[in-house]
């Protein structure tokens, strides 16, 4: 099972915006609006910031927002703050046997 | 409140088998899927295993399949999630999550989907080595 493609890591100053992609094919991304994103803090457990592509989760700021073109999701970080610093990972539904599929995860430096 | 707390990890040999329990509390368990996640050392999420919301229907990781078995009870007084795990490797090693999946809508006592992972535990960590 082949996990989704996502940078290894991105920077970005503080009040800046930042983009993290998360590719993947015909069997997930493409064709499902089942895209997620969480965020995870060193030693601790992953948080959900997006799920189906751009919903985001009572409690998440609005200064978090997803998208989706062709098989390529995304997350838009707006506002850099230095607590965004912390690993993201993309997940999707997969019609592969197994459902469900995470990115490697992006490492989100704030300068 | 609304929580999950997992047991059950440690240091195993090689071939060696373990039972991991999550146990949920602050909602209604027997309404949601639930999944184990698990993450290497220094590595990424990797998603194991999933159970829905009355456990008739389980799916696996190709890494895993055969060896693991996800199961549940939804009682009450349990409402806990278990991953019992066979033929231990040493690529086994991992903090392993358990991670409730947000549910889209339930009918007929039968639950679906939302396909994300809305409430995560804080980790076991299982070292498989000699």
């Known amino acids: 099972q082949s996990a989704l493609t996502q940078p290894a890591s991105v920077s970005g100053s503080p009040g800046q915006s930042i983009t993290i992609s998360c590719t993947g094919t015909s069997s997930d991304v493409s064709d499902y609006n089942y895209v997620s994103w969480y965020q995870q803090h060193p030693g601790k457990a992953p948080k959900l910031v997006i799920y189906?592509?751009?919903n985001r989760p009572s409690g998440v700021s609005n200064r978090f927002s997803g998208s989706k073109s062709g098989n390529t999701a995304s997350l838009t970080i707006s506002g850099l703050q230095a607590e965004d610093e912390a690993d993201y990972y993309c997940s999707s539904y997969t019609r592969s046997s197994t459902s469900r599929v995470f990115g490697g995860g992006t490492k989100l430096t704030v300068l | 409140e609304v929580q999950l707390v997992e047991s059950g990890g440690g240091l195993v040999q090689p071939g060696g088998s373990l039972r991991l329990s999550c146990a949920a509390s602050?909602?209604?368990?027997?309404?949601?899927?639930m999944h184990w996640v698990r993450q290497a050392p220094g590595k990424g999420l990797v998603w194991v295993s999933r159970?829905?919301?009355?456990?008739?229907?389980?799916?696996?990781a190709d890494s895993v399949k055969g060896r693991f078995t996800i199961s549940r009870d939804n009682a009450k007084n349990k409402n806990t999630l278990y991953l019992h795990m066979n033929s231990l490797r040493a690529e086994d090693t991992a903090v392993y999550y358990c991670?409730?999946?947000?549910?889209?809508?339930?009918?007929?006592?039968?639950?679906?989907?939302?396909?994300?992972?809305?409430?995560w535990g804080q980790g076991t960590m299982v070292t498989v080595s000699s």
């Open positions: 991670a409730r999946d947000r549910t889209k809508f339930c009918s007929g006592g039968n639950c679906y989907s939302g396909y994300a992972f809305d409430l």
């Open positions: 159970i829905n919301n009355d456990g008739s229907s389980t799916t696996y």
């Open positions: 189906e592509v751009s």
């Open positions: 602050g909602f209604t368990f027997s309404s949601y899927w």
